[in-house]
């Protein structure tokens, strides 16, 4: 097995996993082992056999676990957990740094996957999973320490995911489909799945062709509650009926304005309607053993529609107009409890069209010209389109309305409208908005690699490498409030809602408590944006949503790996990678375009060191200098403005990198056959760290033209129609800041039974992990500065499973555990928002019919777990709760 660079090519887990078929019993029997088994002894084969700490999974993994996607098989794996988006994997956290600190290359290139979360598209490096179907892929290796021949860039780990090799399906025509009906209990779904895979080689092998297909097309519900956020220092107009405005000392007046209250209460349905489609397609020519010639292609179109039906109070910025009274302020000084009048009643209607399309066209060629001398080279081509054709909402407002929430129950508030809000009279359409948008990656990269083998036991290695990396992003608006854009009558803020503008919405299971209203009028999407003719209103593209980074990366390695066995096997290798960056950054700044360009140079020493005390013990060592580079989003000079909060973001093209030193050591116990018990520790020493940093400025001091604001918005009144010239925004930016220190461990067990016990139970078998991680940093917030826990990081993670196989039949149970954790800063006088800790329950079950005929059956998320989402790390005030609901998937799957 190649050792060049501790990682694993597809060939080479394609070997495991054909020494993995079978198991020597203790009476020297050759035991057959298929199915589940043996893709996990291929696995722990493959990890035994790398020099650094790898982790794979391979065929059956991917496909016989109950995954939508690459996200939730990876999560199975030590070290790793999830970030979900509608109740589906989208990216991953490996010990205790985010999808921002993971490259991920697809058949040996690195690449970007870009697709639209909950607010917007995804514009760093993290890498969507939920592009891509598991079908696809048929083994993924997790690379968790660096070596000298690895990809840079990374400071969590480098994933490979590979498509599969034409001439590893072997000689003559190979056949596998599966069709899948997808069932969720919460919006009583039914919807396909289906995949299929042809191959053909000749008889001599040297000569193989691949295609694969899957697609599916679903309906996920998100129902739940929604506070946008709470908020403090806001005057009501009264509070119990005292005018806070002529009596501003008012104990009543003062403790709530200082108090906490929710911004926008509301509950809703969010329903993700989606569409995957992917596709590989492989050419294989191995003419002699020593050469080989591989081009791979992959395509992945991801559709999404994005519909909301909000039923909300509109507090956000219209305090001095809300009377409040019968309010409760609780110890975390929150007005956890109100009537309101002259309340602002806001139902709202958001459609969102985004569409994904991932291109890569990627060739190899390896040739070997004598037994201890190789070349390889690698070229290919990546795009990822990112569009958002419409982005539309519509919205009713009632803005004399009464109104009372009570968040005793913070995951469960009651929320109920003393006005009748299914009367359509009651309201005005009052507000439009439609914001296209599109982000673009590319991907270019060429890598020569030499291997050379002078004597046995030493390998030398090394060569260049180029990369270009190109992200664009622009949008648009058509944004404004119906009275700026046309004739409205005297006294009237909108147009009169007809019954033919609006419907019924009905609420459903949102948890939601008695007393609870669940029913209002919403804008008729279709009905309501013919009225408006909105697609006909020009869009316009503002300064701030223009910008553009090229980054060219050069460089090469060297490195030495070998082995040792006199009386202790010893294995490793080191080298050192050098990188040279070269970036260019553009974007408005002052009214003006402007390209800023700089470069910068790393050297990236590696050491990887593997001892065998025993033929059943590895003992691994690692050190890493590696690097992380900025979050593109923040490269890009010039701003963006959040009217609606008073809020200035921009971009600082000069961030240095993440820069640290990884240090890694676990001990592996492979026990028995098919079994293994690890062990592993880090510390990630990371030197330089960069972070959101803000300050209070009024607009005119950030320099921003006035062309950013848009009509009918709150800051646009403030600061052009002069309500309020001195109002000052949140400026936020990225700074680099000081350094901190990742740390934790890894339990893993692979336990078969087989390995204690005989008959029956020898088919059972257990997996399972627990990682913690301890991660501290220094976050300023309001003059102060505090510890926290890294962004994304949970302290504790889990999976484990429980199953069963017989050949015939095979039966699994797997549970993921996540603790919770925050997702970075907050707004409105919050520190920090986050998550709680969630728990994933999933089960599948396969019956195979005849050697060729495979029954299936899977559930997800069978506790319907819910997904609470905090504002302020002390508080935790209620941002959001909802849930998605059970899946049920039952289908068929052959093999020809």
């Not at 059956?60 to 109950?66: Q, S």
């Not at 680099?736 to 461990?745: L, M, R, S």
């Amino acid at each position: 097995m190649a050792q060049d660079s501790g990682t694993l090519d597809d060939d080479e887990v394609s070997d495991v996993a054909s020494d993995a078929s079978g198991e020597i019993s203790d009476s020297d029997n050759v035991i057959i082992v298929s199915g589940f088994r043996q893709s996990l002894n291929a696995a722990i084969s493959a990890k035994r056999e790398a020099v650094g700490q790898v982790d794979v999974i391979v065929a059956e993994d991917i496909a016989k676990f109950p995954d939508t996607n690459l996200a939730e098989s990876l999560q199975r794996i030590p070290g790793v957990a999830i970030e979900r988006d509608a109740g589906e994997g989208r990216q991953i956290t490996v010990r205790g740094l985010g999808g921002q600190f993971t490259r991920v290359r697809v058949n040996g290139m690195e690449t970007i996957a870009t697709s639209v979360d909950g607010a917007s598209f995804n514009r760093d490096r993290a890498f969507d999973f939920n592009v891509f179907a598991s079908e696809l892929f048929n083994s993924i290796v997790v690379n968790k320490t660096a070596s000298a021949a690895l990809d840079e860039g990374s400071l969590g780990a480098v994933i490979d995911l590979n498509t599969g090799d034409p001439l590893a399906y072997g000689a003559g025509l190979k056949l596998v489909g599966s069709a899948q009906g997808r069932y969720n209990d919460l919006n009583d779904d039914i919807a396909p799945r289906l995949a299929g895979l042809l191959a053909w080689s000749n008889a001599d092998e040297t000569f193989g062709i691949s295609a694969s297909a899957a697609w599916t097309k679903y309906e996920t519900p998100e129902l739940g509650n929604n506070s946008v956020r709470w908020a403090n220092d806001a005057t009501f107009r009264s509070v119990d009926g005292v005018d806070c405005a002529a009596n501003a000392a008012d104990p009543g007046c003062v403790e709530v304005r200082d108090a906490f209250h929710p911004r926008i209460p509301r509950y809703g349905l969010v329903n993700h309607d989606r569409e995957r489609l992917g596709a590989t397609a492989a050419i294989q020519f191995r003419p002699t053993d020593r050469t080989d010639i591989q081009f791979n292609a992959l395509y992945s179109n991801f559709k999404e529609n994005r519909d909301e039906y909000w039923g909300e109070v509109l507090l956000r910025s219209n305090e001095d107009e809300i009377d409040l009274s019968n309010y409760v302020i609780d110890g975390d000084n929150n007005v956890i409890s109100a009537d309101l009048e002259n309340a602002w009643i806001r139902n709202e209607r958001y459609h969102r069209e985004s569409e994904t399309d991932f291109y890569q066209i990627s060739g190899t060629i390896e040739q070997a010209f004598s037994d201890n001398f190789s070349a390889s080279l690698l070229a290919g081509f990546s795009k990822s389109d990112a569009t958002i054709p419409v982005e539309t909402t519509i919205i009713f407002d009632d803005r004399d309305g009464t109104y009372s929430y009570d968040y005793t129950d913070m995951k469960f508030p009651v929320l109920a409208f003393g006005t009748d809000v299914t009367n359509p009279g009651n309201f005005q359409l009052a507000e439009f908005r439609d914001r296209p948008s599109s982000v673009e990656n590319k991907f270019k990269t060429i890598a020569l690699d030499l291997d050379w083998e002078p004597t046995s036991g030493l390998r030398l290695s090394g060569g260049p490498f180029y990369r270009q990396f190109d992200y664009f992003t622009q949008s648009a608006r058509r944004d404004s409030q119906y009275c700026s854009a046309f004739t409205c009558a005297a006294g009237a803020y909108g147009a009169p809602v007809t019954g033919d503008l609006s419907e019924l919405f009905e609420l459903g299971d949102a948890g939601q408590p008695a007393g609870n209203t669940n029913s209002w009028v919403v804008p008729n999407l279709d009905a309501a944006v013919a009225f408006l003719d909105l697609y006909n209103i020009p869009a316009v593209t503002r300064e701030g949503d223009v910008r553009s980074v090229e980054e060219k990366v050069t460089g090469g390695y060297f490195q030495t790996d070998f082995e040792i066995d006199h009386g202790l096997r010893v294995t490793g290798n080191f080298g050192v990678r050098y990188a040279r960056t070269e970036q260019s950054s553009q974007g408005f700044n002052n009214g003006q375009y402007v390209t800023v360009e700089r470069n910068y140079d790393d050297f990236l020493p590696a050491l990887n060191l593997n001892v065998f005390p025993s033929d059943d013990v590895v003992l691994r060592g690692a050190i890493a200098r590696v690097i992380t580079r900025p979050t593109l989003g923040s490269l890009t000079p010039g701003g963006s403005v959040d009217e609606f909060n008073f809020v200035i973001s921009t971009g600082n093209p000069f961030i240095e990198p993440y820069r640290a030193w990884n240090y890694d050591l676990s001990a592996e116990w492979y026990f028995a056959p098919g079994a293994i018990l690890s062990l592993a520790g880090f510390i990630k020493e990371v030197e330089s760290f960069p972070v959101g940093n803000s300050l209070q400025v009024t607009y005119a001091q950030s320099g921003l033209p006035t062309s950013l604001l848009t009509s009918g918005t709150p800051a646009y009144d403030a600061v052009v129609n002069g309500t309020d010239p001195n109002r000052e925004f949140q400026f936020r930016t990225t700074t680099n800041g000081e350094g901190a220190t990742i740390k934790g461990v890894e339990l893993g067990l692979n336990l078969p039974f087989s390995a204690f016990a005989s008959g029956a139970l020898a088919n059972f078998g257990v997996l399972g992990n627990v990682t913690y991680v301890d991660s501290q940093q220094e976050i300023e917030f309001e003059d102060q500065i505090f510890e926290t826990t890294f962004s994304g990081v949970s302290k504790y993670s889990a999976n484990g499973t429980v199953y069963y196989d017989d050949g015939r039949i095979s039966i699994r149970m797997s549970g993921a555990y996540r603790s919770g954790y925050n997702t970075g800063s907050s707004g409105n006088g919050n520190f920090l928002e986050g998550y709680t800790s969630s728990f994933n329950l999933d089960a599948a079950i396969r019956y195979k019919v005849t050697d060729s005929v495979e029954l299936t059956l899977d559930g997800n998320n069978l506790t319907d777990d819910y997904r609470y989402r905090w504002t302020d790390d002390n508080a935790r005030r209620n941002y959001e709760n909802n849930h998605f609901g059970r899946i049920i998937m039952a289908g068929v799957r052959f093999e020809y």
